[in-house]
């Protein structure tokens, strides 16, 4: 299992945005909201989104240091290629690194849960 998140792995792009959240569906969680889409490639793609409001750039960092090292150990766990933007809420400073990992697994058994494998 290749565990680096190489560059396409990363949605970087504005257009890419745009069209996840306009045409993705939302998991609303208590510590952070997930908006993702199917996409056409063969791996799964992941964004991090965490606002000013959140903390200063270090706890900003941290937050997507942690989440990203999440996805990349985890990415057997995506049933099918899709896109996912994660944003951080305020609440999400006050978490374990143990406790964002379960909450981020339980959100994605939902989000499979929802729309099954094709």
């Known amino acids: 299992m290749d565990e680096r998140l190489t560059p396409q792995e990363r949605i ?5 945005f745009l069209t996840i959240y306009r045409t993705g569906s939302r998991y609303r969680g ?3 909201h997930l908006v993702y889409r199917a996409n056409s490639f063969e791996f799964p793609r992941l964004a ?12 900003r960092n941290k937050i997507k240091r ?15 290629p899709m896109d996912v933007v ?5 609440e999400i400073l006050d978490l374990s690194v143990s406790d964002l ?3 981020f697994f339980s ?10 494998a094709r």
């Open 12 to 16: 970087r792009k504005k257009k890419d």
């Open 30 to 32: 208590r510590h952070f």
């Open 48 to 59: 991090v989104v965490v606002s000013k409001k959140v903390g200063n750039a270090v706890a």
């Open 66 to 80: 942690r989440i990203r090292a999440l996805f990349r150990r985890n990415k057997s766990l995506f049933k099918k």
């Open 86 to 90: 994660l944003i951080a809420k305020m």
């Open 101 to 103: 990992a379960a909450e």
């Open 107 to 116: 959100a994605l058994e939902r989000i499979f849960r929802e729309q099954p």
